[in-house]
């Protein structure tokens, strides 16, 4: 280890940038490994764990304050701002000379922890954006929600802006901003757009217009009125449109879409056809003459897939007309209208989506998937697990609206014996609703036929499996390293689904 050069160094230090512990540790080592250590953990300190309470966050006013000009300092101490140290202790390395980031809410709470007084906050808050612009030498990332200072009218604003690829705001701040903003950051590569207000924002469309490579794109609604201003997508989603071209991950949640919106958004959703990634939350459902235009839609490169609150047969069909590069196909089981609803052709859509996995899907890696307990569609699933050798994990809802605890029983029985059968050498998660019951000796037999394989992850949102002998026999596979991982998650349908931030 003492023989590590810098280079090689740093390149260690790379690969464990969002692991904070291990790089804190690495500080105390040697001067050689500090001095490599601390351009890594500076280059986006806002992001650990916990940086904004304690000791952490206290520390960083101070490294921030003891950049400050004497007249600043001396302000400092007049207004008694709790900073002992600021003045007399000089800093190791030029921080923010690493810093390729910045989040306005965190380092306003940490700005906050010197003064309560609006007016002092305002004060050193300013003086550390200017000073922040001086001394980055090109800033990646910028999360503006809740932003109040100008900055791109600091001395350096040009040069520090210009190097923007990831941005975050919300539609609460002026147009008038985002217009300064479009004349440096024109190079953003994604853009996620926290939507707060139930009108529109005309600097945020101006901002999307000048943007000459944007590939990722998030929208998300949260503001809490029945109401908005009609087309309060348009113009955003047009100057998008013209994206396309470079567009490769769209992500949108929509509070409520009207008519006008809807055709709209439909319409321009179909021109994005280098899609990578398409993720449609609430509130955009297709009707019978929508869904035969996205049946006409080819998606040849889209890789991960999660469309809320819609039927089955819209899944299957954006899945027949993708090029096989299919790796994540997500959504809420229990919101899917099919199952949500009972529709009389549930058994023949959950047919045709198993066969359009299978067919269309060859690097299947994640899915969700409901099934009703027939043989046909228990026959029709383990073909899919045959044939879909990169299946990693399965998030399965039964539809059977008998409640029969005795059936509930052995068709739960009959999909443990299917995954022993015929799981992928490198299957490792499943999630089961609580329409499949297994009784303690199914169970067991399943973990003992299952022993020698890859551990896996369970995840259930029935509470049986939490409580007396079930909780022993879990417990006693994980000690066999049979099981990795066992989790109840809860028992509201709405959160039994894959968090996709969170899948390698």
Known sequence: MPNLNKDILFLIFEELQDDSKSLFSCLMVSRLWCETAVPVLWRDPWSYSGIIYGNKSYYLFIIITSYFFD???????????????????????????????????????????GSSLAY???????????????????????????????????????????????????????????????????????????????????????????????????????????????YLYKESFLALEKKAESLNYLRIYFYYVDDHDYTLLLEILLKFYKLKVLIIGEHLFLNKEQLEKLKKQVYPELEILNIEYNRLNT?????????????????????IIDFEFGDDNFNENSLNFIRKVYENCPSIEYLS????????IFSEFEKLLKR?????????????????????????????????????????????GNEFKFSLEMLEEFLENWRGRSELSLFTIDPIYISGDYTKLINKYKIDKVIKDFKYLSNEYYRFNYCIDDLD
């Open 71 to 113: 007249n600043i300092k001396n302000f400092i101490t007049e207004e008694r701002i709790q900073s002992p140290s600021v003045i007399v202790k000089p800093i190791l390395f030029d921080y923010l000379s690493f810093c390729r980031s910045i989040n306005i809410s965190i380092i306003y709470n940490i700005i906050s922890i």
């Open 120 to 230: 002092n906050q305002f004060i050193i808050q300013q003086e550390f954006y200017y000073f922040f612009m001086n001394k980055c030498q090109e800033l990646k990332y910028l999360d503006m929600t809740s932003i109040e200072h100008q900055i791109f009218y600091f001395p350096e604003d040009k040069t520090c802006l210009e190097s923007i690829c990831e941005l975050k705001c919300d539609t609460s701040i002026d147009s008038s901003y985002f217009y300064g903003l479009s004349q440096f950051c024109q190079r953003i590569q994604k853009l996620v757009i926290i939507n707060i207000d139930s009108n529109p924002n005309h600097g945020i469309v101006k901002l999307i217009e000048v943007q000459k490579n944007l590939k990722h794109f998030e929208w998300k609604d949260d503001f809490d009125y029945d109401f908005h201003t009609e």
């Open 315 to 335: 899944v299957s069909s954006i899945i027949e007309n993708s090029g096989g590069r299919l790796k994540k196909i997500l959504f809420k089981p229990y919101n």
């Open 369 to 376: 998937i409901l099934i009703s307990p027939t043989k046909e």
């Open 388 to 432: 879909c050798q990169n299946l990693k994990s399965l998030l399965v809802i039964l539809d059977n609206y008998d409640d029969n605890y005795e059936d509930d029983l052995k068709d739960g029985g009959e999909l443990l014996k299917i995954l022993v059968r015929s799981a992928p050498t490198n299957f490792k998660e499943i999630r089961f």
